[in-house]
């Protein structure tokens, strides 16, 4: 997604309207002038022009001309009565978007708080709820902002593994706290592990349907991939996935049959010690793995 479609997509929320009473007074002032222009036209054409040379402009036909000219601004009514009608229902429009919006921006902050927790089980529930509002956002920039986050979170430091306690230099209460560290260290991997799964499973749901993430940008710069992400069948058509000095240490990462047309997807910078990259039957500019 660039720059010039978020613009796009914003200015298409705004509310462009002029001022009622403007566009009331222009509405009918040009019914008054298609009244007259009617009236002045017929005048001309049944006796100026002499049509039929035997009739003239006797009161009855003046008359019907008068009427003929009432019902286009009677028409110029009901005119106005849609432009009035097309002005509510912009702003009923507009007002639901700003609702919308506020309601997606307080769940928003709800996930983020959760994503910041100690506890990982509650990151995880953070993690669900962004993925979830990303989906359901009122428009492309509240989508990518949470998509963002979720990057923004893969790229923090994450916790070293601790490893395998020795056999016979730890005490018993060293033991526990080295398997409480351990077991922190697996619960915050399993977090990272699920956003690059969500991130997969949503870049596969096709460009232009609900949930899907196709065309956002991704950046992955520098983040360690040691769990597996699918774009098996991805259509890069647009946006930015930056893999840039990302590492590969574990787990797959798959361009399976995926088109790249005009998005871009980079690997500058990026090492490889233990992770699969693979863009089989990949079609379009394919950027080079290694």
Same mark, same amino acid.
């Given at each position: 997604? &660039?720059?010039?479609?978020?613009?796009?997509?914003?200015?298409?929320?705004e509310?462009? $309207?002029w001022?009622?009473?403007?566009?009331?007074?222009?509405?009918?002032?040009?019914? %008054?002038?298609?009244?007259?222009?009617?009236f002045?036209?017929?005048?001309? $054409?049944?006796?100026?022009?002499?049509?039929d040379?035997t009739?003239?402009?006797?009161?009855?036909?003046?008359? =019907?001309?008068?009427?003929? #000219?009432?019902g286009v601004?009677?028409?110029a009514?009901a005119?106005?009565?849609?432009?009035?009608?097309?002005?509510?229902?912009?702003?009923?429009e507009?007002?639901a978007?700003r !609702?919308a919006?506020?309601?997606?921006? !307080?769940?928003?902050?709800q996930?983020? =708080?959760?994503? *910041?927790?100690?506890?990982?089980?509650?990151? $995880? *529930?953070?993690?669900h709820?962004?993925?979830?509002?990303?989906?359901?956002a009122?428009?492309? #920039?509240?989508?990518?902002t949470?998509?963002?986050?979720l990057?923004a979170y893969?790229? $923090?430091? #994450?916790?070293? =593994?601790?490893?395998?306690?020795?056999d016979?230099?730890?005490?018993?209460?060293?033991? !526990? &706290?080295?398997?409480? /560290? /351990?077991?922190?260290?697996?619960?915050?991997?399993?977090v990272?592990?699920?956003i690059?799964?969500?991130?997969?499973?949503?870049?596969?749901?096709?460009?232009? &349907?609900?949930?899907?993430?196709?065309?956002?940008?991704?950046?992955?710069?520098?983040?360690?991939?040691?769990?597996?992400? =699918?774009?098996?069948?991805?259509?890069?058509?647009?946006?930015?996935?930056?893999?840039?000095?990302?590492?590969?240490?574990g787990?797959? %990462?798959?361009?399976?049959?995926?088109?790249?047309?005009s998005?871009?997807?980079s690997?500058?910078?990026?090492?490889?010690?233990?992770?699969?990259?693979?863009?089989?039957?990949? &079609?379009? !500019?394919?950027?080079?793995?290694?």
């Amino acid at each position: 997604m &660039t720059t010039s479609r978020k613009s796009r997509s914003l200015n298409e929320r705004e509310l462009r $309207l002029w001022r009622v009473g403007r566009v009331l007074a222009l509405t009918f002032a040009t019914a %008054v002038l298609a009244a007259g222009g009617v009236f002045y036209g017929l005048v001309v $054409l049944l006796d100026f022009q002499e049509i039929d040379s035997t009739a003239k402009l006797d009161a009855k036909t003046l008359f =019907d001309l008068v009427k003929l #000219s009432f019902g286009v601004v009677a028409g110029a009514g009901a005119l106005v009565a849609l432009v009035v009608a097309y002005r509510r229902q912009r702003v009923d429009e507009a007002g639901a978007h700003r !609702e919308a919006t506020r309601l997606h921006t !307080e769940r928003f902050s709800q996930a983020v =708080d959760k994503l *910041g927790s100690d506890s990982p089980a509650v990151r $995880l *529930g953070g993690v669900h709820a962004l993925a979830g509002l990303a989906g359901d956002a009122p428009d492309d #920039s509240l989508r990518q902002t949470c998509i963002d986050v979720l990057c923004a979170y893969l790229r $923090l430091p #994450s916790p070293p =593994d601790p490893g395998d306690p020795p056999d016979d230099t730890f005490t018993e209460e060293q033991r !526990e &706290t080295h398997q409480d /560290k /351990k077991d922190r260290y697996r619960a915050l991997r399993e977090v990272r592990h699920t956003i690059l799964r969500l991130i997969g499973d949503h870049y596969r749901i096709p460009q232009g &349907t609900h949930r899907s993430w196709q065309g956002c940008n991704l950046d992955l710069t520098g983040v360690t991939i040691d769990g597996d992400m =699918d774009f098996t069948g991805t259509a890069f058509s647009g946006g930015t996935v930056s893999f840039n000095r990302a590492r590969f240490s574990g787990g797959r %990462v798959s361009f399976f049959g995926a088109p790249f047309s005009s998005g871009v997807v980079s690997f500058v910078g990026a090492t490889f010690s233990g992770g699969q990259v693979t863009a089989q039957g990949a &079609t379009g !500019e394919v950027p080079p793995l290694q």
